[in-house]
């Protein structure tokens, strides 16, 4: 039972590349989030998506873009990487009537040079 | 949503016994209190949830009075392992995750 699952673990990218963070969670929730964490602050919340074909902004959405592939995914796009956009990003999911317990994954720390 | 507050840092041997308050003066009637657990390099993960009085489970005791202006954490007889960052949430359940704010938290450190 994996849970949820982040892919890649660590990145490396230089200004102006863009990449696609992976999220996969297989406890069949509804709803599934992104997050970012800075050294020695808390999480703030990226985009977030209810159910399957809906997304949402969160606290801090620019320069970010999201999709829910189907119920199981939700990826994270950089567009064009910003070193503030160096971070630890971490992806999350809850169930529908039991949204106060949300499960995270392991964290994509991603360096942008 | 009810804002928190929480102690930056605290600092205890194994062995003792963990208190960690969280204030949250403006809690609603129908919000719950969560508290959720982050090792370093780990994602958050929850541990305890309750509404009044007292909520034991096999990780952690929370305790919170009438008023519900606070809760308490209590970790018995913690071990290095324990060693994380602690955070407080206030909120509805029904609303949304997203309705959660993560403040700083509390940072525990457990020495030998």
């Known amino acids: 039972n994996a849970g949820v699952t982040q892919t890649p673990k660590f990145q490396v990218l230089k200004t102006g590349q863009s990449m696609t963070l992976q999220c996969a969670q297989d406890?069949?929730?509804?709803?599934m989030y992104w997050y970012r964490q800075d050294p020695g602050m808390g999480l703030r919340l990226i985009y977030y998506?209810?159910?399957?074909?809906?997304?949402d902004k969160g606290e801090v959405p620019n320069g970010y873009n999201v999709s829910r592939l189907n119920k199981r995914e939700f990826s994270l796009r950089l567009e064009s990487a910003a070193p503030s956009q160096t971070s630890v990003y971490f992806c999350?999911?809850?169930?529908?009537?039991?949204?106060?317990?949300?499960?995270f994954g392991q964290g994509t720390r991603l360096t942008v040079v | 949503l009810a804002k928190t507050t929480q102690p930056i840092s605290m600092d205890s041997y194994e062995g003792q016994e963990v208190n960690i308050t969280c204030s949250h003066n403006n809690i609603a009637t129908n919000d719950y209190i969560t508290w959720y657990q982050q090792f370093p390099s780990q994602g958050p993960r929850f541990i305890i949830q309750?509404?009044?009085t007292k909520v034991t489970n096999e990780v952690a005791s929370l305790f919170i009075p009438a008023d519900r202006k606070s809760s308490t954490l209590s970790l018995p007889r913690v071990s290095l392992s324990d060693t994380a960052v602690y955070y407080c949430?206030?909120?509805?359940?029904?609303?949304?995750?997203?309705?959660?704010?993560f403040g700083t938290g509390t940072r525990l450190l457990v020495s030998p």
């Open positions: 949430l206030v909120g509805p359940p029904g609303a949304g995750f997203q309705k959660l704010v």
């Open positions: 309750g509404y009044k």
């Open positions: 406890m069949n929730h509804n709803s």
């Open positions: 998506s209810a159910s399957e074909g809906t997304t």
């Open positions: 999350a999911s809850s169930a529908w009537g039991r949204d106060t317990e949300a499960f």
